[in-house]
């Protein structure tokens, strides 16, 4: 499984940001896709998750009501629309696939929000 994550960079406060992933073939259709982020110094934290079937969405507290995650099957790719953006926000944003015997991580991409 390979993951490719874009869409990051600077935006304003009260902007939004999508963020794609790019998996590899079938990797969408076999596992349950997740955003998570990893602010500077602090702990990498979820963010948002969604099953190979298109359902279990579940979001963060802080997410809720401004993030949206979205899969697109025929694009291997899993979105993650990003609205109301606040400078907490501010983090490195990766996705990750999983079942329940491994998970893969991508590389990251750095979203910043200013004030």
């Known amino acids: 499984v390979q993951l490719q994550a874009s869409g990051g960079g600077l935006a304003q406060a009260g902007g939004s940001l999508r963020l794609s992933c790019l998996a590899s073939r079938y990797t969408l259709r076999a596992y349950t896709m997740a955003w998570f982020r990893q602010a500077p110094g602090k702990e990498r934290e979820f963010v948002a998750t969604?099953?190979?079937?298109?359902?279990?969405?579940r979001y963060s507290d802080s997410a809720k009501g401004r993030f949206n995650i979205s899969k697109d099957n025929a694009k291997n790719t899993v979105y993650l629309q990003m609205n109301s953006l606040k400078p907490g926000d501010t983090a490195v944003y990766y996705c990750r696939s999983s079942n329940t015997y491994r998970s893969y991580w991508g590389q990251g991409t750095l979203v910043t929000v200013s004030s």
């Open positions: 969604i099953n190979w079937n298109g359902g279990g969405i």
